[in-house]
């Protein structure tokens, strides 16, 4: 199993040499620093780039003009192909991929400057392998802890990269997302995740669950570096076809963040996604007296039938296009893998049960395994069932019924127990994530505030292709609510000293 071990030894070397040449040397070593004293607790870095301050002073010296992203350290999702580092999904049937190269969206990066220090854990083979997950946990990696409760989940399957940014490892990681699997961890670990439009950034090179709802995205501590990541990471790739239009959708992000972006502006308020918990509701209250304050008018929308409906047909797209995705994926790796199709990965789990399987089995990789293919009328059937209630009939519908151009609603519940027995519990119900996903729409979610500690995200969801627009909405708001969460590292919420009296016997 690897661990941070090699990235704690080449530090303390690193460390012991000349003093740093310049900021793109100097960020990187803060951040091995920062990684090496705070990972032991989260388990969010899952391996270090081999001569990583090597490459940034390398960057220092060059003589040409710095990008963006300029010695800016950024993690990536260890599903995410990066040159010189093993991509593994997380399961040991992957230890061996080095692939030797760059997916495009982590190329985009390196062309802006950034350096890329490490990959992170995630939740194994992006939390689509069998019912009654852990979220964050891996086979390769083991278990992700939400740096605000250890004990708590840090939701997946992003986890790494969400409590990597909340912990100050770094301030900006990469993420993927099929179905909220970079939005509920920015959420749950209290940072700012972005899903953005889906053909908006490209996914060649990253290990596949859906052709339809696969992205990747940035998560960061603040709307603003959001931005700046997307205009780096956003662009056409003539290797996948959903990204046809990104070079004419693509813009400056960054520059279009104002602090008065929601004035005047109707904004659809998803009342159906409250009333499961109230401090969340309170929280929520808050967060739309600070919109209305910034002048946005405010509509209550309910979520309209089909949603389950939609879960379903979703479900089959999901499994059809695993099985697509992955035997293409897998065929394209090293011959140092043995693992070539889904066929031999569900092989493998069972070969290698007692560390694979101990805690959940692989029910969604067995019923992937007997889906027909991209032509099979039941999946073209559900692909286009599933497109229909989540955009026209769902995104779409809610807002033309209000008149507005965002939807707003608690992003999930607080971060529940890390629990071997019984698998992620989320309580939450009604968030907007699903039908974003689905529909391929872009989704922000900035920190609304925290429930015993536990942070709650606010999202914001919009229109295919409006992107710009979710930002410059998040960051107005993050900007006039100030909310700053910052972890405690504590062993857990009922262990705070403000709470374990009221849990122990009265004397």
Same mark, same amino acid.
């Given at each position: 199993?690897?661990?941070?071990?090699?990235?704690?030894?080449?530090?303390?070397?690193?460390?012991?040499?000349?003093?740093?040449?310049?900021?793109?040397?100097?960020?990187?070593?803060?951040?091995?620093?920062?990684?090496?004293?705070?990972?032991?607790?989260?388990?969010?870095?899952?391996?270090?780039?081999?001569?990583?301050?090597?490459?940034?002073?390398?960057?220092?010296?060059?003589?040409?003009?710095?990008?963006?992203?300029?010695?800016?350290?950024?993690?990536?999702?260890?599903?995410?192909?990066?040159?010189?580092?093993?991509?593994?999904?997380?399961?040991?049937?992957?230890?061996?991929?080095?692939?030797?190269?760059?997916?495009?969206?982590?190329?985009?990066?390196?062309?802006?400057?950034?350096?890329?220090?490490?990959?992170?854990?995630?939740?194994?083979?992006?939390?689509?392998?069998?019912?009654?997950?852990?979220?964050?946990?891996?086979?390769?990696?083991?278990?992700?802890?939400?740096?605000?409760?250890?004990?708590?989940?840090?939701?997946?399957?992003?986890?790494?990269?969400?409590?990597?940014?909340?912990?100050?490892?770094?301030?900006?990681?990469?993420?993927?997302?099929?179905?909220?699997?970079?939005?509920?961890?920015?959420?749950?670990?209290?940072?700012?995740?972005?899903?953005?439009?889906?053909?908006?950034?490209?996914?060649?090179?990253?290990?596949?669950?859906?052709?339809?709802?696969?992205?990747?995205?940035?998560?960061?501590?603040?709307?603003?570096?959001?931005?700046? /990541? $997307?205009?780096? =990471?956003?662009?056409?790739?003539? !290797?996948?076809? #959903?990204? *046809?239009? +990104?070079?004419?959708?693509?813009?400056?992000?960054?520059?279009?963040?104002?602090?008065?972006?929601?004035?005047?502006?109707?904004?659809?308020?998803?009342?159906?996604?409250?009333?499961?918990?109230?401090?969340?509701?309170?929280?929520?209250?808050?967060?739309?007296?600070?919109?209305?304050?910034?002048?946005?008018?405010?509509?209550?929308?309910?979520?309209?039938?089909?949603?389950?409906?939609?879960?379903?047909?979703?479900?089959?797209? /999901? $499994?059809?296009? =695993?099985?697509?995705?992955?035997? !293409?994926?897998? #065929?394209? *790796?090293? +011959?140092?893998?043995?693992?070539?199709?889904?066929?031999?990965?569900?092989?493998?789990?069972?070969?290698?049960?007692?560390?694979?399987?101990?805690?959940?089995?692989?029910?969604?990789?067995?019923?992937?395994?007997?889906?027909?293919?991209?032509?099979?009328?039941?999946?073209?059937?559900?692909?286009?069932?599933?497109?229909?209630?989540?955009?026209?009939?769902?995104?779409?519908?809610?807002?033309?019924?209000?008149?507005?151009?965002? /939807?707003?609603?608690?992003?999930?519940?607080?971060?529940?127990?890390?629990? #071997?027995?019984?698998?992620?519990?989320?309580?939450?119900?009604?968030?907007?994530?699903?039908?974003?996903?689905?529909?391929?729409?872009?989704?922000?979610?900035?920190?609304?505030?925290?429930?015993?500690?536990?942070?709650?995200?606010?999202?914001?969801?919009?229109?295919?292709?409006?992107?710009?627009?979710?930002?410059?909405?998040?960051?107005?708001?993050?900007?006039?609510?100030?909310?700053?969460?910052?972890?405690?590292?504590?062993?857990?919420?009922?262990?705070?000293?403000?709470?374990?009296?009221?849990?122990?016997?009265?004397?």
């Amino acid at each position: 199993m690897r661990t941070i071990l090699a990235g704690t030894l080449m530090l303390a070397a690193t460390m012991a040499q000349a003093q740093p040449v310049g900021p793109a040397e100097t960020a990187t070593l803060a951040a091995l620093a920062r990684i090496e004293a705070r990972n032991p607790q989260v388990n969010a870095v899952l391996a270090i780039t081999p001569d990583i301050a090597a490459q940034a002073r390398a960057m220092d010296r060059q003589r040409m003009a710095r990008g963006p992203l300029f010695g800016l350290p950024i993690l990536i999702k260890d599903n995410i192909d990066v040159k010189g580092m093993p991509t593994t999904a997380g399961s040991l049937a992957l230890k061996d991929n080095l692939s030797g190269r760059d997916a495009p969206l982590v190329a985009r990066l390196r062309a802006a400057g950034a350096v890329i220090p490490g990959t992170t854990n995630l939740s194994e083979w992006a939390n689509f392998r069998g019912d009654h997950s852990i979220s964050g946990w891996s086979g390769l990696g083991g278990q992700v802890r939400n740096p605000h409760a250890l004990g708590r989940t840090p939701c997946g399957s992003s986890s790494g990269s969400g409590a990597a940014v909340a912990a100050g490892m770094v301030d900006a990681a990469i993420g993927t997302e099929t179905d909220g699997s970079v939005v509920c961890p920015a959420s749950i670990n209290g940072i700012v995740g972005f899903k953005p439009t889906v053909g908006l950034v490209s996914r060649t090179h990253v290990v596949p669950i859906s052709s339809s709802q696969d992205t990747a995205g940035p998560m960061t501590r603040d709307v603003r570096l959001a931005a700046r /990541l $997307l205009r780096a =990471l956003a662009g056409t790739d003539p !290797a996948d076809p #959903a990204t *046809t239009q +990104a070079d004419a959708r693509r813009t400056d992000y960054e520059a279009g963040l104002r602090p008065d972006a929601p004035r005047g502006v109707r904004i659809a308020v998803l009342r159906s996604a409250t009333g499961w918990l109230k401090p969340v509701d309170a929280l929520f209250e808050t967060a739309l007296g600070v919109l209305e304050a910034q002048g946005a008018v405010l509509v209550d929308v309910q979520a309209p039938e089909g949603r389950t409906a939609m879960g379903a047909a979703e479900y089959t797209v /999901l $499994l059809t296009e =695993l099985k697509a995705g992955l035997n !293409a994926y897998l #065929a394209s *790796t090293p +011959a140092a893998v043995q693992v070539r199709s889904l066929t031999q990965a569900i092989a493998f789990n069972e070969a290698n049960a007692a560390r694979e399987m101990a805690l959940f089995g692989q029910d969604d990789f067995t019923k992937a395994e007997a889906t027909k293919g991209l032509t099979d009328p039941e999946y073209l059937k559900a692909r286009t069932e599933s497109l229909r209630l989540a955009g026209p009939d769902g995104i779409d519908a809610m807002l033309k019924s209000a008149n507005a151009v965002a /939807l707003v609603a608690p992003t999930t519940s607080p971060a529940w127990m890390i629990d #071997a027995a019984f698998g992620d519990q989320s309580p939450g119900r009604g968030s907007p994530t699903g039908y974003a996903a689905v529909a391929g729409y872009p989704h922000l979610t900035v920190p609304m505030g925290a429930v015993q500690g536990l942070p709650v995200g606010l999202s914001f969801v919009g229109a295919k292709w409006d992107d710009a627009r979710m930002l410059a909405l998040g960051f107005a708001y993050e900007a006039a609510a100030g909310i700053k969460l910052t972890p405690s590292f504590r062993a857990s919420v009922e262990a705070d000293p403000a709470i374990a009296p009221l849990l122990a016997p009265p004397r």
